[in-house]
């Protein structure tokens, strides 16, 4: 599992497109896409990074960060679903 910071694949499709090809253009699907706070522990250290994934990971997951793959300790479900869908707490390996 990877965190998304590419552009959204809607701004790329154009409202003007020939809707004959509708069928074989992927469908977007940014709607399933939940954005994570994410604690992310080193050695005597931590920072924190916003993260965009299609599902809540689990405790044993990977993630990328800005620091490259960190293993998932805890998860939290945000109370504030309006801004975050939950809490990520991952260490780095």
Same mark, same amino acid.
């Not at 706070?37 to 809540?56: H, K, M, N, Y």
């Given at each position: 599992?990877?965190?998304?910071?590419?552009?959204?694949?809607?701004?790329?499709?154009? !409202?003007?497109?020939?809707? +004959?090809?509708?069928? @074989?253009?992927?469908? =977007?699907?940014?709607?399933? *896409?939940?954005?994570?706070?994410?604690?992310?522990?080193?050695?005597?250290?931590?920072?924190?990074?916003?993260?965009?994934?299609?599902?809540? !990971?689990?405790?044993?997951? +990977?993630?990328?960060? @800005?620091?490259?793959? =960190?293993?998932?300790?805890? *998860?939290?479900?945000?109370?504030?679903?309006?801004?975050?869908?939950?809490?990520?707490?991952?260490?780095?390996?």
């Amino acid at each position: 599992m990877s965190a998304t910071t590419s552009p959204s694949s809607c701004a790329r499709s154009s !409202p003007l497109a020939d809707r +004959s090809d509708d069928l @074989r253009r992927p469908r =977007c699907d940014d709607g399933r *896409v939940q954005r994570y706070s994410v604690t992310i522990q080193g050695p005597g250290w931590e920072d924190l990074q916003d993260v965009e994934l299609p599902r809540a !990971p689990v405790e044993g997951d +990977s993630i990328e960060t @800005r620091y490259g793959t =960190c293993l998932v300790t805890k *998860v939290d479900p945000s109370p504030d679903a309006d801004t975050y869908a939950g809490k990520i707490v991952c260490r780095l390996p």
